[in-house]
C-alpha cells in the first residue's frame, strides 16, 4: 500500500476524526500569548479531520484548512463549516500553497509536519506568514509503557516492514526547522496531557495508524484486532485506562521582512 498520505488517509478518515486524541488547551494558550494578530487568519496546515481547528476558533482565530485528502478535509468541513469564522477548505499540500504571500498570521501543523517535504513546505509556509507571524508544528506522542511496548511488537510481527513516524524523536526540533534562515526558533515545549480510553476505542485509533489501519492487508485485520484486544485486556482487564502522552511543540517566528 501506497505511504502517501492522500491515499493512506482517505479510508481512515471516520477513524481518524473519532480516535485521535486531542492537544492540550495549555499548548494553545502558548501559542496565542505568542501571536501578534490573535484574529487570524490562521492556516491549520495538513489539517486532516481538524482536530486543531476547535481550539484555534475558540481563541477568536479565523481559520482555513488546507489538506490534501479530500475525504479527510470533508469530515473538517462538516464539523466547522457553519462556524462564523470558518474561512473555508482547500485541498492542495503543503509544498504547494495557493495563498498570497505575507497574508497569513499564524501556520499550525498538527501531526503532519512528517508528511511533508520539510525544505519546500517551510519555504511555503514562510512566504504566507506575515512578518512576525508564527508556526507552530505540533504532535502528540504518546508516553512508552509495557502495554504500548507490546502494541508495537505486534504491529511489527503483522507488518515487519513498517515505520512508525511518530516517536518521541518529535520532542526534538526538526532540523530543517533548526537551520531555516526566515524562522526564528524557539526551544520545544512539552505539555503532559491524559485522555480516558476503552478497548473499543482503543482498536480504533489503532486502525487511525498509516502503519496499521492503512497497511495490514485484509485477511490480517481480523486476527489482529483479536490479538489487540487480547493485550489490551492483559494489561488493562477493566477495559479503561488513561493514556498518557506528551504534546510537543515547535513555535518558529517569521523573520521581519526588509523593505525593498
Do not use: K
Not at 473538517?76 to 509544498?95: D, L, N, S, T, V
Not at 498509516?210 to 492487508?217: E, F, K, P, V
Amino acid at each position: 500500500m501506497s505511504s502517501e498520505p492522500t491515499e493512506v488517509f482517505g479510508p481512515l478518515a471516520e477513524e481518524y476524526a473519532r480516535y485521535r486524541p486531542s492537544y492540550p488547551g495549555a499548548l494553545f494558550d502558548a501559542l496565542f500569548a505568542r501571536l501578534e494578530d490573535t484574529r487570524g487568519p490562521v492556516v491549520d496546515l495538513g489539517s486532516g479531520t481538524g482536530a486543531a481547528i476547535a481550539p484555534l476558533l475558540d481563541r477568536g482565530a479565523r481559520v482555513v484548512a488546507v489538506e490534501p485528502n479530500v475525504a479527510m478535509l470533508a469530515w473538517a468541513c462538516r464539523r466547522f463549516g457553519a462556524h462564523e469564522r470558518w474561512i473555508g477548505a482547500i485541498a492542495a499540500p503543503a509544498e504547494r500553497l495557493p495563498i498570497a504571500s505575507g497574508r497569513v498570521a499564524c501556520v499550525v501543523v498538527a501531526q503532519a509536519f512528517h508528511w511533508f517535504e520539510p525544505a519546500p513546505a517551510l519555504a511555503e509556509i514562510s512566504r504566507a506568514l506575515t512578518s512576525g507571524g508564527m508556526l507552530a508544528i505540533v504532535w502528540n506522542v504518546t508516553a512508552a509503557d509495557e502495554f504500548t511496548d507490546e502494541v508495537r511488537e505486534l504491529i511489527a510481527r503483522y507488518n515487519p516492514g513498517y515505520g512508525r513516524p511518530v516517536t518521541l524523536s518529535m520532542l526534538a526540533t526538526p532540523s530543517a526547522l533548526a537551520s531555516h534562515e526566515a524562522l526564528i526558533v524557539e526551544p520545544p515545549l512539552e505539555f503532559l496531557h491524559e485522555r480516558p480510553i476503552g478497548e473499543d476505542a482503543y482498536v480504533g485509533y489503532a486502525f487511525s495508524w498509516s502503519y496499521c489501519g492503512g497497511a495490514l492487508r485484509p485477511a490480517d485485520r481480523d486476527p489482529f484486532e483479536a490479538e489487540l484486544r487480547a493485550a489490551i485486556r492483559r494489561h488493562h482487564p477493566s477495559g479503561q485506562w488513561s493514556e498518557r502522552l506528551i504534546a510537543v511543540a515547535h513555535f518558529a517566528r517569521r523573520e521581519p521582512r526588509t523593505a525593498r
